[in-house]
Structure formats: C-alpha cells, structure tokens
C-alpha cells in the first residue's frame, strides 16, 4: 500500500484530535454553559464531564433566580458531573445531557448583626437534564466522513433544560444545595463560524446563545419555611468568541448578560435585576480520551451592595469515547 | 497654384482613399486570426467533459463543441520538455530541457542540451509571432529559464506576467527547497518582489491576459497570447467557495472513477473499437474494499484536483466572454491542451522525504496537512496520488514523467475560425507538440527557424478535413530519465524502467489497445526489430538522446514492490528472499 493510503488509515487517530473540541462540559453558572458547548460531533459519542468550581460572591450559583443576599459573602466548593450523549433524532442531530451538582456551599452574612452569621449547605443539589437539537446546520455526523467533513457554518439549535427539585433542601436554611422548586429555560443557541476552515488549529466561532428562563415556585422559601418564592421569566444572553491557538489549544472570550424575572417572596415584591459577566476559557486536550479547560469568570459593575456579584474558577476534565474509534484504537488504526 | 492644392479637393481626396483603403485595412487585420494558446499543468486525457470526464469544464467544453477533438496528440513526458518543445518546434533534448534539472543524471551534467531551460539560441513561438506583426503576451507558468536572457521579455513577448519556476504555491511566492525558498514572477521584463493583492494563479494569470490583450488593442495588431495555468498542478489549491464544491463526490473511489470515465469516453465516441481499460497499478487497491474514512481522505484529493480544474474552466470562460465582448472570439485560434500526463509520484513526497534540508522547509512553509479540512489552504500541499492519476489519465495507463500513454498522450481541442471542421468532430490524426510552431509559421507565412524538427504543420488539416498530419511512415520518440518510446503509424515500442515497466521494449498496437495492455513484441519481432533500430539509430543520435547513469528509478526498487520476477522462480514481490543455493555448493567452514 503506498505512503497515502497508510495516511489514510492513520486518520482515524488524526480524528481524535478533531473531536476534542466537542467536548461536554458545565459552567458554576447555571445559565452560562461555557463554549463550544454545542458544537457537533459524531453520533454515539458518550461524554463525562466532571467541573470542579470554585465560587465567590454574594448569590448562590446554583438558584437560577440569583436573589441577593446583601451583605453577605458566599464561598462554595462544587462539582458538576454527569454523562452525555450524541444522537440523531428525527435526522437533525442531538444531545442529552444530565449534570448533576454536588459539594459545599457556605454563606457569612454581616447584615443587623454584631457578629457575622455563619450558614451552610452540602450535598447534593437538583439535577440539571438538557435536551439540545440542531434545527439549522449541518446533518448529524453518522459516519467518520461526517464527522471529519464538520464545518458549524451557521447552525442553529434548539434547547430545552429543566432542574428538577429532588435535590438537598432545608426549610428554613439560608443557603441550600437544592431550589425546592423547579425551573428551566428555552433556548436558541446559534454558531458562526468564522474563516472557511474548520479543522483543530484553525477554528474561530461566534457562539450567541439567547434563551428565556422559566421558574416553578419554592412553597417552602423563607427563614421559616412558609413563604413562596415566585419568579417571572428572565431571559439571558450568553456570547463566545472562541479561537484555535495551535492544533491543541484554544480559548474563549466568554460574556454573559441576565435579564432576571421581577420575583415575589411572600409578601414582598422586587423588580428582577440584570447583570453582566465576561471571562476567558482555556482547553487542551490531555489524553486521546480526556480534555481539560480552565476558567474565569467575574461579573460587572458589582460595587453597589444590592449588585449581583460572582466570581468563579473552574477545572473541567470531561473524558470522551465512541466505540467506534475505540475499536480503531484497539486493533493499531488511527494511527496512535 | 495647380487644382489639386486646393485644401478642399486634398479633402476630398483623402477621404476618398480613406474610404478605398479601410475595407482593405479591415480585410487585412480579419484575415490574420488571433492565437490563443491555453495550456494547463499536469492535466490528465479525460479531466475535461469532452473527453469524458465528470469534473464541470462547461467553457472547455464549449470550445470542444465548437471546434475538434483530437485524440491522438502527444506531449512529452514532464512540463519543462513540453513547454521548451511547444516554444522552439524543436525535440526538448536539443532545446535544452534534455531532462527535468531535478533529475539531471552525472554524465547528463553539463551537457548542452541537458541545461533545463530553452537554449536562447533558438527563436521562440513569440518571436516569429512578433515578426509576423502580432501583439505577443504570455501570463502563467513559464518554466524556461530564470536569468534575464531567458525571460519572457527576451524571447519574444511584449508583455508578461508569469511565474519562472515549475510548481509552487498557487497563492503566494512559497517554493519547496531550502536552498530556493522563493518562487520568482516577472511582470514586463521585471524580476517581481512581490506578488499582487489577492493573487491566485488562474484569477491573476487571467486577469493579467485580459489587461494585456485589452491594452494592446489601441494599435490594431491581433495578439499572439500565450495563457499557461499553473493548474491543476500539486499542491491543489484551492479557496472556497470551489474547495467544498466536489465535497463527497468522490467517495465511490478511484475504481468506480475510472470505469465511469471509460464508460463515458466509449459512449463519446472517443475510443477506438475493441478498446479496453487499462489495468490499475499493482501498488493500488481496489478502492471498492476500502473502508470509508479511507475513502473520504483520499476522495478529499480528487475533490481538490477537481474544484481546481473547474476552477481553471471558470477563468478560461471569463477570457473568452471577454473576447466576446470585444467582438474578437470568432476571429481567435484556440488551442487548448495539457503539458503532460496527470501527476502520480507523489513528488512533494520525494523531494522534502524525511532527513532531507527541504524537509525542515516543508516543516516550517508546508505543514498543514493534518486534517482533510486544511488541504487546499496555504501551506497545504495536497496531491492526489497514483490512484486518481489513472483515474486522470482514463484509459490509458501512466502518468507524468513516463512515454506509457498515459504519460504523454492529452486531451488537445483546436478550434479555429471559418474551419471546414464540423463543430464537436473527434478527428485521430497523429499529432505533436512540436507541431504547433511549424503550424503557425505556416499560418503567418514564415520558414521555421530552428532547423531540422519532426513537427508537422496542421494547417492543411485544419483548412481541409480531407488532409492528415502524418502518414504511416511518420514516426516521434520519447525520452525522459531512461524511460524509452517511439510511436510509428499505429505501431509503439515503450522501455519503461522497473517497476512501471520491464526494462525491455516492448511492442504495442496502438490501433485498438491505448491501454498497452497487450506486448506483441513476441509475436511481431521484425516490427519490433525495425522501431528499435529506428530509435537507436535515427532518434538518439540526431535528438542529443544521453541516456542517464542513474535513473530514479533505483530508488523506487526500494519503496515498491516489484512487478516482474527479479530471479528466476521467484513471484514479484519475493525478490529479497534469502537466496537458497545450489546444495552441492553449499559448504562447512574450514577451522
């Protein structure tokens, strides 16, 4: 057989390299997931992310309604792991995911009080289930042709997440792992990919991922457990600039904008705020199976004490694999 | 004061002469056609629609359509021969282009003859264009030579816009050695140090003939242009929207290619009764058992190779929509053809192999081959191998730097104006290269000025449907790195080096079997015998034939495998088995 056919069945190997990018991945912030999340890969690939976060601020990460609690500063210690998978469904491709939220979150609060007031939470908290669908862009990538031949172009995609309230809940707790409630969010997550080449080393995109945010209502809300919490629709913005560095590097400029629901806890109403957040991702891919990203994000103009303010390291390792190339592995074809 | 000084009756006068002489003016300019020379780089026989392939060449074709296919034209070998024999009329050893300078043997060096580039002492295609009163322009691949007394400028052109080298970048100045890093351009006699915004080898090379032929019409003469694409030439460059264009199309494989192609020619009317295909090179599979990622890859190159092409018959079109709008496409001879076969070694491969200087070039300039998306951008330097190049050279069997027909056998459509040839006739005269600058010193009533050349006129063809180029006892021959052919009436003899061949003549009968599939040499020695003698002793001696002492082929013993038994009772393929001798030979070693 002659040099280009040997590069020929090497290039399953070289396909690994390509998939990296499509990686799994969640974000500390419950409706920012990070870049690059909804970029396609080959039908059947399984994923298992695990996010470790570390969180600052005055709002818990993981209630979607992000309520303030003024004078108060929150740490936590989370980690986000799950499964997905890719798959073709009614010829468009698509992808479930379930993350499920664990760790410790603690809250000092300094307001009325002499002395701060020390509280906190750990455990597990409310899974989190996405079902996303391409609705315009590229057919679901069945084949490792297809999968090789991805090009994002302009494609658009359907989302629809829901929480669901099964997770660590206390009345009367000021921080708790689990909402007690549940909510969800509708979404349109579209890519622009920008240059004609798509492939590891060169892919730029423009990721914009509009969506609006649905919340149940918390019965049990309140320092003693009998008030409701009710919150009208947001709506969010999220943004992605993302570029290849090398054929293994590539980062992201990363803005978030929240347009929160005006929200009623018993008898007190509030007008719903909104806030800004940029930060940068960074990923590698580490193994033939497992990438690695890191993170930072922080919000803006948060100097005002009922401001919204989060800041957040992540590590995500999400460990991918598809039988398919496993197998090529197995038998010394992709050139590994 | 006499009568005829009156301002008013010299008025009258010269209007009237004015009026006399402007049909005879007209009739003049009408009666001197323009040339157009299109030559593309690397093209295979059936890589246009007219010769059955099914890459989209809408304006080639038309051109088919509208003038004759003629499916007996040869080249020589390789692109420097082709390009120094279509310029001088002259066999290339004689020229100066004896073999490629890359491949340039020991006793080969220094010869005349042996130089690379065409020898300034003979008069160029342009020059006796020039001297009949033609605008001369030329914009492509030169590939003549790159000191200043053999740049277009010096040999005839008026204007120029070319690239002097053989195969580069088709976006920017990026060569393949680390000793020659820089592709060289000259535009109008000057050394470029820059290319233009924008540049792309066909766009910028059309666009330039465009300005050229636009800008040369102020003083009436016809022009002589000479447009020598760089494509379909590796590395297959090419930009969006054309590199997508032919995405997938070619998953079926090269074996699905080359039947369909064949099954086109035979359906065209292209081929003779009785033809076959030729056999797919031993080294190759059959594409039908490879597995699909397989496929993908290696169907992304004939992708390329194809966008290229189409790409190339888009600007071909551009300049003829041109000439239409200038009302000069009717009064344009247009010959389109190859430089040779399609490209099947790999070449880039050799020349920047591992360990190699130009290794660390490739590292550094061409690099970007790591993922079927990247090929065809910069610094990718996509070719598509031996495979597609059969599928190219349907169905001959061949490619590039071989006299197998493959190799030397293109696709040539002349068409000329107020011809008696039916539009989209197929005509099988037996036809050079070295005929074109015979054909046109003809046309524009000069002697060819090169001496002694086999090139035959075509114009009495051409003029007359009646009339053929050659006749039984015409013969031409074939010389590139060792590999050996001569072609008289319907009769081959080929010497091609192991593993593409024997090493030993063989004899074919090129009336029926294009393929060469059937070595009659056996059954027809006196034939044999008589083109053999014909070779050695009329074409070396008067052709500066220097066969070289080491051929490249050596090489190749190493990285394929062998077709021919090298032992007795051993199969190809088992020839560096331990060797087994005699048993009464063998012995004890004495203490």
Redesign the interface.
Request: charged share 20%; proline share 7%.
């Given at each position: 057989m002659n040099r280009r056919l040997i590069k020929a069945d090497k290039l399953p190997g070289l396909f690994i390299a390509a998939l990296i990018c499509m990686l799994v991945s969640v974000s500390a912030n419950a409706v920012s997931l990070p870049p690059r999340f909804y970029h396609k890969t080959l039908v059947g690939t399984n994923f298992i992310p695990i996010l470790g976060i570390s969180i600052d601020g005055n709002v818990n990460p993981l209630d979607p309604s992000y309520a303030v609690n003024a004078d108060a500063q929150i740490d936590g210690n989370l980690v986000m792991a799950g499964y997905a998978r890719n798959f073709s469904f009614f010829g468009r491709s698509a992808q479930l995911a379930y993350l499920q939220p664990m760790g410790d979150l603690s809250i000092r609060s300094t307001a009325g009080a002499e002395q701060p007031t020390d509280a906190s939470a750990n455990g597990f908290g409310d899974p989190f289930f996405e079902f996303n669908m391409n609705l315009i862009g590229p057919d679901p990538q069945r084949t490792l042709p297809d999968a090789l031949r991805y090009n994002p172009g302009f494609s658009m995609d359907i989302l629809i997440d829901l929480s669901v309230p099964i997770g660590e809940y206390n009345e009367g707790e000021a921080i708790n792992m689990g909402m007690n409630r549940v909510w969800g969010r509708v979404g349109f997550p579209m890519i622009l990919q920008i240059g004609d080449v798509w492939a590891p080393g060169h892919r730029t995109s423009l990721e914009v991922i509009p969506a609006v945010i649905l919340y149940g209502d918390n019965d049990d809300f309140g320092p003693n457990g009998d008030l409701t919490q009710s919150t009208d629709p947001g709506s969010s913005l999220a943004m992605h600039f993302t570029h290849d560095l090398n054929d293994d590097i590539w980062i992201s400029l990363d803005y978030t904008y929240l347009q929160l629901g005006d929200s009623e806890v018993g008898p007190v109403e509030s007008d719903g705020q909104s806030f800004s957040s940029v930060g940068a991702t960074i990923s590698t891919q580490i193994t033939r199976n497992m990438v690695a990203s890191f993170g930072y994000q922080s919000t803006l103009d948060d100097n005002a004490p009922e401001d919204i303010k989060m800041s957040t390291f992540s590590l995500n390792f999400t460990f991918f694999w598809a039988p398919l190339l496993d197998g090529l592995h197995r038998i010394g074809s992709d050139g590994e | 004061m006499s009568f005829c000084h009156r301002p008013v009756f010299r008025q009258i006068l010269a209007t009237s002469l004015l009026i006399l002489l402007l049909p005879l003016s007209s009739f003049a300019e009408e009666q001197q056609p323009n040339i157009l020379i299109i030559l593309s780089d690397d093209m295979g026989w059936a890589d246009t629609g007219a010769f059955g392939g099914e890459i989209e060449t809408p304006n080639i074709d038309q051109i088919a359509r509208e003038g004759v296919r003629f499916v007996n034209f040869y080249t020589n070998p390789m692109c420097t021969p082709t390009r120094v024999t279509l310029m001088s009329g002259l066999d290339h050893h004689i020229a100066g282009a004896g073999t490629m300078t890359l491949f340039t043997a020991p006793n080969q060096q220094g010869k005349r003859g042996y130089e690379g580039w065409l020898l300034p002492d003979y008069k160029t295609l342009a020059n006796i264009m020039q001297e009949a009163g033609y605008n001369t322009y030329v914009s492509g691949k030169w590939d003549l030579g790159r000191f200043p007394e053999l740049i277009p400028t010096s040999r005839g052109f008026d204007r120029d816009f070319v690239m002097l080298d053989s195969h580069g970048s088709h976006y920017d100045m990026t060569n393949l050695y680390t000793d020659n890093p820089k592709l060289m351009f000259t535009e109008d006699g000057k050394y470029l140090t820059r290319l233009p915004k924008d540049y792309y080898s066909s766009k910028t090379y059309t666009d330039k003939m465009i300005s050229f032929i636009e800008e040369g019409r102020s003083n009436g003469k016809p022009f002589f242009a000479y447009l020598a694409y760089q494509a379909p030439h590796d590395p297959h460059h090419i930009?969006?929207p054309w590199?997508?264009k032919y995405?997938?199309k070619y998953?079926k494989g090269w074996t699905y290619f080359h039947r369909a192609r064949y099954s086109k020619q035979q359906a065209l009317g292209l081929l003779p009764e009785n033809s076959e295909l030729a056999e797919r090179y031993w080294?190759?599979?059959d594409s039908e058992v490879?597995?699909?990622?397989?496929?993908?890859?290696?169907g992304r190159?004939m992708e390329l190779y194809a966008a290229m092409m189409n790409n190339m018959d888009y600007h071909i079109g551009r300049l003829l929509e041109y000439l239409k709008e200038i009302g000069q496409y009717e009064n344009t001879v247009i010959i389109f053809f190859g430089d040779n076969g399609p490209e099947g070694n790999?070449t880039f491969?050799a020349i920047t192999a591992s360990g190699l200087s130009n290794n660390i070039f490739r590292a550094k300039h061409w690099s970007?081959e790591?993922?079927?998306?990247?090929l065809g951008?910069p610094n990718s330097y996509p070719e598509y191998?031996?495979?597609w190049a059969q599928v190219s050279a349907t169905p001959f069997y061949g490619h590039k730097s071989f006299p197998s027909e493959g190799g030397i056998r293109n696709a040539l459509i002349v068409k000329m104006p107020d011809s008696k040839h039916i539009g989209g006739t197929i005509r099988t005269d037996f036809m050079h290269v070295s005929d074109i600058m015979p054909t046109l010193t003809e046309l524009t009533g000069q002697e060819f000025p090169n001496g002694d050349t086999s090139g035959k006129s075509w114009l009495g063809m051409l003029r007359d449907p009646a009339q053929h180029v050659r006749d039984e006892d015409d013969w031409i021959g074939w010389e590139i790195m060792g590999a050996m052919a001569l072609r008289k009436g319907d009769w081959k003899i080929l010497n091609n080096w192991p593993p593409y061949g024997t090493g030993n003549w063989q004899l074919y009968d090129l009336k029926s079997d294009w393929a060469e599939r059937h070595d009659l040499a056996a059954v027809h020695p006196e034939i044999l015998k008589e083109l053999i003698s014909l070779y050695e002793n009329q074409y070396m001696p008067n052709n500066n034939i220097i066969l070289p002492n080491r051929a490249i082929s050596e090489s190749l013993w190493w990285n394929?495998p062998l077709r021919f038994p090298q032992f007795d009772n051993y199969p190809p393929g088992l020839y560096r088995q331990q060797y087994h001798p005699p048993p009464e030979m063998l012995a004890e070693p004495k203490e």
């Amino acid at each position: 057989m002659n040099r280009r056919l040997i590069k020929a069945d090497k290039l399953p190997g070289l396909f690994i390299a390509a998939l990296i990018c499509m990686l799994v991945s969640v974000s500390a912030n419950a409706v920012s997931l990070p870049p690059r999340f909804y970029h396609k890969t080959l039908v059947g690939t399984n994923f298992i992310p695990i996010l470790g976060i570390s969180i600052d601020g005055n709002v818990n990460p993981l209630d979607p309604s992000y309520a303030v609690n003024a004078d108060a500063q929150i740490d936590g210690n989370l980690v986000m792991a799950g499964y997905a998978r890719n798959f073709s469904f009614f010829g468009r491709s698509a992808q479930l995911a379930y993350l499920q939220p664990m760790g410790d979150l603690s809250i000092r609060s300094t307001a009325g009080a002499e002395q701060p007031t020390d509280a906190s939470a750990n455990g597990f908290g409310d899974p989190f289930f996405e079902f996303n669908m391409n609705l315009i862009g590229p057919d679901p990538q069945r084949t490792l042709p297809d999968a090789l031949r991805y090009n994002p172009g302009f494609s658009m995609d359907i989302l629809i997440d829901l929480s669901v309230p099964i997770g660590e809940y206390n009345e009367g707790e000021a921080i708790n792992m689990g909402m007690n409630r549940v909510w969800g969010r509708v979404g349109f997550p579209m890519i622009l990919q920008i240059g004609d080449v798509w492939a590891p080393g060169h892919r730029t995109s423009l990721e914009v991922i509009p969506a609006v945010i649905l919340y149940g209502d918390n019965d049990d809300f309140g320092p003693n457990g009998d008030l409701t919490q009710s919150t009208d629709p947001g709506s969010s913005l999220a943004m992605h600039f993302t570029h290849d560095l090398n054929d293994d590097i590539w980062i992201s400029l990363d803005y978030t904008y929240l347009q929160l629901g005006d929200s009623e806890v018993g008898p007190v109403e509030s007008d719903g705020q909104s806030f800004s957040s940029v930060g940068a991702t960074i990923s590698t891919q580490i193994t033939r199976n497992m990438v690695a990203s890191f993170g930072y994000q922080s919000t803006l103009d948060d100097n005002a004490p009922e401001d919204i303010k989060m800041s957040t390291f992540s590590l995500n390792f999400t460990f991918f694999w598809a039988p398919l190339l496993d197998g090529l592995h197995r038998i010394g074809s992709d050139g590994e | 004061m006499s009568f005829c000084h009156r301002p008013v009756f010299r008025q009258i006068l010269a209007t009237s002469l004015l009026i006399l002489l402007l049909p005879l003016s007209s009739f003049a300019e009408e009666q001197q056609p323009n040339i157009l020379i299109i030559l593309s780089d690397d093209m295979g026989w059936a890589d246009t629609g007219a010769f059955g392939g099914e890459i989209e060449t809408p304006n080639i074709d038309q051109i088919a359509r509208e003038g004759v296919r003629f499916v007996n034209f040869y080249t020589n070998p390789m692109c420097t021969p082709t390009r120094v024999t279509l310029m001088s009329g002259l066999d290339h050893h004689i020229a100066g282009a004896g073999t490629m300078t890359l491949f340039t043997a020991p006793n080969q060096q220094g010869k005349r003859g042996y130089e690379g580039w065409l020898l300034p002492d003979y008069k160029t295609l342009a020059n006796i264009m020039q001297e009949a009163g033609y605008n001369t322009y030329v914009s492509g691949k030169w590939d003549l030579g790159r000191f200043p007394e053999l740049i277009p400028t010096s040999r005839g052109f008026d204007r120029d816009f070319v690239m002097l080298d053989s195969h580069g970048s088709h976006y920017d100045m990026t060569n393949l050695y680390t000793d020659n890093p820089k592709l060289m351009f000259t535009e109008d006699g000057k050394y470029l140090t820059r290319l233009p915004k924008d540049y792309y080898s066909s766009k910028t090379y059309t666009d330039k003939m465009i300005s050229f032929i636009e800008e040369g019409r102020s003083n009436g003469k016809p022009f002589f242009a000479y447009l020598a694409y760089q494509a379909p030439h590796d590395p297959h460059h090419i930009d969006e929207p054309w590199r997508s264009k032919y995405q997938g199309k070619y998953d079926k494989g090269w074996t699905y290619f080359h039947r369909a192609r064949y099954s086109k020619q035979q359906a065209l009317g292209l081929l003779p009764e009785n033809s076959e295909l030729a056999e797919r090179y031993w080294y190759l599979p059959d594409s039908e058992v490879l597995a699909p990622i397989t496929l993908a890859t290696l169907g992304r190159h004939m992708e390329l190779y194809a966008a290229m092409m189409n790409n190339m018959d888009y600007h071909i079109g551009r300049l003829l929509e041109y000439l239409k709008e200038i009302g000069q496409y009717e009064n344009t001879v247009i010959i389109f053809f190859g430089d040779n076969g399609p490209e099947g070694n790999n070449t880039f491969e050799a020349i920047t192999a591992s360990g190699l200087s130009n290794n660390i070039f490739r590292a550094k300039h061409w690099s970007q081959e790591h993922h079927i998306n990247v090929l065809g951008t910069p610094n990718s330097y996509p070719e598509y191998g031996a495979g597609w190049a059969q599928v190219s050279a349907t169905p001959f069997y061949g490619h590039k730097s071989f006299p197998s027909e493959g190799g030397i056998r293109n696709a040539l459509i002349v068409k000329m104006p107020d011809s008696k040839h039916i539009g989209g006739t197929i005509r099988t005269d037996f036809m050079h290269v070295s005929d074109i600058m015979p054909t046109l010193t003809e046309l524009t009533g000069q002697e060819f000025p090169n001496g002694d050349t086999s090139g035959k006129s075509w114009l009495g063809m051409l003029r007359d449907p009646a009339q053929h180029v050659r006749d039984e006892d015409d013969w031409i021959g074939w010389e590139i790195m060792g590999a050996m052919a001569l072609r008289k009436g319907d009769w081959k003899i080929l010497n091609n080096w192991p593993p593409y061949g024997t090493g030993n003549w063989q004899l074919y009968d090129l009336k029926s079997d294009w393929a060469e599939r059937h070595d009659l040499a056996a059954v027809h020695p006196e034939i044999l015998k008589e083109l053999i003698s014909l070779y050695e002793n009329q074409y070396m001696p008067n052709n500066n034939i220097i066969l070289p002492n080491r051929a490249i082929s050596e090489s190749l013993w190493w990285n394929k495998p062998l077709r021919f038994p090298q032992f007795d009772n051993y199969p190809p393929g088992l020839y560096r088995q331990q060797y087994h001798p005699p048993p009464e030979m063998l012995a004890e070693p004495k203490e």
